[in-house]
């Protein structure tokens, strides 16, 4: 199956792509279950390795199970994986014909009445052979045959206790799992906090995506040459994104922000233009309805809150411009970024600031610097590393403090890899520390039960 979906894709996989779909299927032919967390930056070509996996479950008889944080990723992913897996067949031995189509389905909480029933049931009694959803997978209800493999997209969305459900929606057995990102971690980072996963990295974009260019429009003379870019491209039949600064905690102050941008630019620097709005506010179909729009290509410019930042797949969008960019963080300015790019077309990011000239400003941004330098998001990820410093490792508060008393993740790279390697000789050969007493010691000091317990559940 594996070899014949490979085989049907219009292009050639990247010898990355390829590295990781062995790395995974040595995983799989092992007794013990998969734990791997794949980092690709976007655009890197995820989902044909996620698929890969998927199918390699159903080869031996299993079921495989895709989950997205929102129902739109879901749905895209249903879409987009549809298409992939066009008319595969796999063998059937209660068909008369020996083979029977591949069978996809989408499960969300959209999906109601009869046609979810059909859903349930076919998960239960095995004829679903992937399921797509979004948490909808692991509610109440729904129970799989046989779940062999699943993969979680954009993994930090998605909790500790998530993952344990999922264990128990396959009959106590541990499906094979596979954690996707497109946030890429700084290396030290995914060696401690994500230490029980094994790490597959993505680093080189499949053939034909063009270079994104980063340009950084700092105050109003430069603000111009952005308008004058968005317009040029709309002439040209192309489109283009408008993400509306983050403030502060309120949504409403979100939302009152975008609408402004909106009507400031129909009526003023992209007047004639056919422009739409997304923000947070919107009802599911109203945003469903401008989306769809946009992507039929019946909007020139979409003027968004960072409602846009995940998965938001339109190929003929190749400006994308960012207002008050230094209000967000590099992994969203990035994230952000990797919306266009994804046709034949060369792309544009603007970064805009506002000029401070107030003594005592800084001069320099360092976050929209490295963004202008590179498209990479493994150095971007190490350079806001740098800058935000580390945040805990120990429980879920993330918020910037260190909870290292002498160790930094930055300073320390080196020994942190060394240390991790020395933990797993030690407790592959004695799990139960029963010959390293000191060490027992140190950890039932160091580590409370909800430390441990927090540690355990993943």
Partial sequence: ?????????????????????GEIEADLSSPDPMHRLLQGDVGAGKTVVAVSMLLAAVQGGHQGALMAPTEVLAEQHATGVRELLGDLEVPDPGNLFGDRPLRVELLTNRVTGKERKEVLAGLADGTVDIAIGTHALIQEGVDFASLGAVVVDEQHRFGVEQRAALRDKSSGHVPDVLVMTATPIPRTAAMTVYGDLDVSVLDELPPGRTPIVTKWANGPLLETEVWNDVRLEAGEGRQAYVVCPLIGESEKLEVASAEETYQRLAGDELQGLRLGLLHGRLTAAEKEATMNSFRAGELDVLVATTVIEVGVD??????????????FGIAQLHQLRGRVGRGDHASTCWLVTQQHNE????????????????TDGFELAEVDLDLRGEGTLMSTSQKGRSDLKLASLRRDRNLVALARDVAFEIVDADPGLAGHGGLADELSVLFSESDEEFLASS
Avoid: K, S, W
Wanted: aromatic share 4%; charged share 20%.
């Fill in 1 to 21: 199956l594996v070899r014949r979906f490979h085989q049907a894709l219009p292009y050639p996989l990247t010898a990355a792509q390829v590295r990781v779909v």
């Fill in 314 to 327: 339109v190929p003929n969008a190749t400006v994308m411009v960012i207002l008050d960019a230094d209000r």
């Fill in 359 to 374: 003594p005592g400003d800084p001069v320099g941004n360092p976050r929209v610097e490295a963004l202008v330098a590179t």
